[in-house]
């Protein structure tokens, strides 16, 4: 059985991946095993896997990021496994550094990107917001919250496989499941390199998904967080608004009645929610 068994989710990334598998056998040892998981390439992904001899799971058709790091995990031999992107982004090299950090006692530990390593400038404003937020509802600074680069102690992670997305989201999904389920969680700087071939992000469509990151950050981790505040804003506005009104007009008008009810709906949707949130992890 390997100690490390490295996932790589491709789709169209033959590029990619000429350059990434030489680069990956130079840094593991022998027995690591290389999984390339092709999420219906049109390309030459597969001629590209079968050249370099590594295992290779290959979907009919595209089923998402997520739902190839979840494939690969499942036939994954290692101990550990350690998560990449096929484009080239990752350097081999900064394997050895998270697998360090790994032997420290920490679960899981994600390569964080430095300011410089961001495709854009609009990707680096919203994953600087991402890592803010996420950071504000765990209580522990989260440096990269969607970098794909990541080791992880492999049946820890099988634990969440069933609350994994088949989208773009899947890091998002499992750091807050660790932090949630009181595993260490630990932070590497990388510098991503430039990727090979063409980006598969959508600006509009993938742009409305990272949205969605927001409230799954709150709602996987403490529901509570996002609702309590919102629940207080509603509820200040409304006494607020109840105080004018009253003031300048001695009335109680509906706007108040409105947002004052609107509060407790929200603070009691944060209770429901809390408790779900609970049950999501009730094997952990």
Not at 97 to 110: F, K, N, P, Q
Not at 190 to 217: C, M, P
Request: charged share 20%; glycine share 8%.
């Amino acid at each position: 059985m390997p100690k490390f068994s490295v996932v790589i989710p491709a789709k169209n990334e033959e590029l990619g991946l000429r350059r990434l598998i030489p680069e990956l056998r130079a840094v593991l040892d022998e027995d690591s095993e290389i999984i390339v998981v092709n999420d219906g390439s049109t390309d030459s992904t597969s001629a590209v896997c079968n050249e370099n001899f590594v295992i290779q799971i290959k979907h009919p058709y595209s089923k998402g990021n997520g739902a190839s790091i979840k494939a690969g995990a499942r036939v994954a031999q290692g101990e550990y496994l350690i998560f990449m992107d096929g484009d080239g982004q990752h350097a081999p090299e900064d394997i050895k550094r998270l697998i360090a950090r790994l032997e420290e006692g920490y679960d899981l530990v994600i390569g964080a990107r430095t300011n410089d390593s961001q495709a854009s400038v609009a990707r680096r404003l919203a994953n600087g917001f991402y890592n803010r937020f996420a950071s504000f509802i765990t209580g522990h600074k989260i440096e990269d919250l969607t970098s794909g680069l990541r080791v992880v102690n492999a049946k820890k992670f099988r634990e969440f496989l069933y609350i994994l997305p088949n989208g773009f989201s899947y890091p998002t999904t499992s750091t807050m499941a660790f932090y949630r389920a009181g595993y260490s969680v630990a932070f590497e700087s990388i510098r991503a390199r430039s990727r090979q071939g063409k980006s598969h992000i959508n600006v509009v469509r993938d742009g409305l998904r990272f949205l969605l990151i927001i409230f799954k950050v709150g709602t996987l981790y403490s529901p509570l967080k996002v609702f309590f505040p919102l629940s207080l804003a509603l509820l200040a506005g409304g006494l607020g608004w109840y105080g004018y009104t009253f003031h300048s007009f001695e009335r109680f008008t509906n706007m108040s009645a409105l947002m004052i009810t609107s509060s407790l709906i929200v603070f009691l949707m944060g209770l429901i929610s809390e408790q779900i949130t609970s049950l999501l992890y009730k094997d952990v």
